[in-house]
């Protein structure tokens, strides 16, 4: 089983972005954190990171065929981009939406999401472990198929 994890805009900041919100580790800690989730829970990862939207467009495209499911966290994208909702529509992988906060309780702006409608849940608020919960609800959603 192999899973991608996306990740939007501004994440590669994390540990300097606003840490009172998003913590004090860093991005690399992020992406050693899902590695080594992705190890334990027995399914290949590969984290994608970029600031471009239509960068991860090009990247849920490309994912058809090679893997199984998605992890995205779109960041301000999520609020905004009806491009990556539609890409994740287009591909049909089982996708789960993720986020180190909870945006329904922040700001009004981030209480749309666009990757919500089209994802099999939601896990966030709870730092880095929206992705283990996220890794963990796919690779069992997958393997009960
Ligand atoms: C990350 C961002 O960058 C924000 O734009 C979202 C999300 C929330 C997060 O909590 O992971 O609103």
Do not use: C, W
Request: aromatic share 8%.
């Amino acid at each position: 089983m192999k899973l991608l994890v996306l990740n939007g805009p501004n994440l590669n900041m994390l540990g300097i972005r606003e840490p009172a919100l998003y913590g004090s580790r860093s991005y690399a800690d992020l992406v050693r954190f899902i590695e080594e989730t992705a190890k334990d829970a027995g399914v290949e990862v590969e984290v994608f990171q970029s600031n471009h939207e239509g960068m991860l467009v090009d990247r849920i495209q490309s994912a058809m065929g090679v893997f199984d499911g998605l992890v995205v966290n779109a960041a301000a994208y999520t609020h905004t981009s009806v491009a990556i909702h539609d890409a994740l529509k287009a591909v049909g992988l089982p996708v789960v939406e993720v986020h180190l906060t909870d945006p329904e309780t922040r700001e009004p702006f981030r209480h749309v999401s666009y990757v919500k409608p089209a994802a099999l849940a939601t896990f966030a608020g709870y730092g880095f472990d929206s992705y283990a919960r996220a890794i963990r609800f796919l690779s069992e959603a997958l393997s009960s198929k």
